[in-house]
């Protein structure tokens, strides 16, 4: 079983500009958090989805949005990035019970 | 308002000897305690976790105990192995709409040769 795959793992983007990021749960599992991982602050929770809706949310400025898509498929999109937005950009999914999985990340400069 | 607290942030550990990791957390209403190993590069892995109804649970070299009147939860790592170097994460969460994680700030684990 494949696991989680997030997309593009590397990326390199200027202040101001806006970035996607694209992440693919387990099959089967239908719930799909993101989070932001940054040196010595840990995981920070941004946001979870689970079929279609935003279940949580956690304390990130509005420029921080998701969605996800009828196949469980989620994105996240970033708006007027700033220099303090430069970290790893983790997504989980998780299926019935209370484990979540983690993606390889995505790793974000803004420079 | 952090509800997990992790300590120690960083440790260093002979080759063979005992690595302890500890976590406390607010919220009586959590009911699953995940541990999970994170390598340079890579997303963090589950690595065990254990429920409030037992007190410890051992999986291989790594045990959890846990203490449910102090609100406390530790990482034992038995004969520390290089290999084991890498960042851990507690973190805690309760049951329906309670489900989200809280984490610990994490323990950076060097386990020198």
């Known amino acids: 079983k494949a696991g989680v795959t997030q997309t593009p793992r590397y990326l390199i983007k200027t202040r101001g500009q806006q970035v996607t990021l694209s992440c693919s749960p387990i099959s089967g599992h239908r719930s799909v958090s993101w989070y932001q991982q940054t040196p010595g602050q840990g995981l920070q929770f941004l946001f979870e989805y689970f079929s279609e809706t935003q279940r949580n949310k956690g304390n990130f400025p509005g420029r921080f949005s998701g969605r996800q898509f009828s196949n469980s498929r989620s994105e996240m999109n970033v708006s007027t990035l700033e220099l303090g937005d430069s970290a790893l950009y983790l997504c989980a999914s998780r299926g019935s019970g209370n484990t979540i999985y983690f993606g390889e990340g995505s790793w974000l400069t803004v420079v | 308002q952090q509800q997990v607290k992790q300590s120690p942030q960083s440790l260093i550990v002979q080759k063979g000897g005992i690595s302890i990791i500890n976590c406390a957390y607010e919220?009586?209403?959590?009911?699953?305690f995940p541990w999970y190993q994170q390598f340079p590069g890579k997303g963090p892995a589950l690595l065990i976790a254990i429920r409030p109804d037992v007190s410890e649970k051992k999986e291989g070299r790594f045990t959890i105990s846990f203490n449910k009147s102090a609100k406390q939860f530790s990482l034992h790592i038995m004969d520390s192995q290089p290999g084991d170097s890498a960042t851990y994460f507690c973190a805690a969460a309760g049951t329906g709409n309670n489900r989200k994680l809280i984490w610990g700030l994490g323990t950076s684990l060097a386990v020198n040769p």
């Open positions: 919220n009586t209403a959590f009911d699953y």
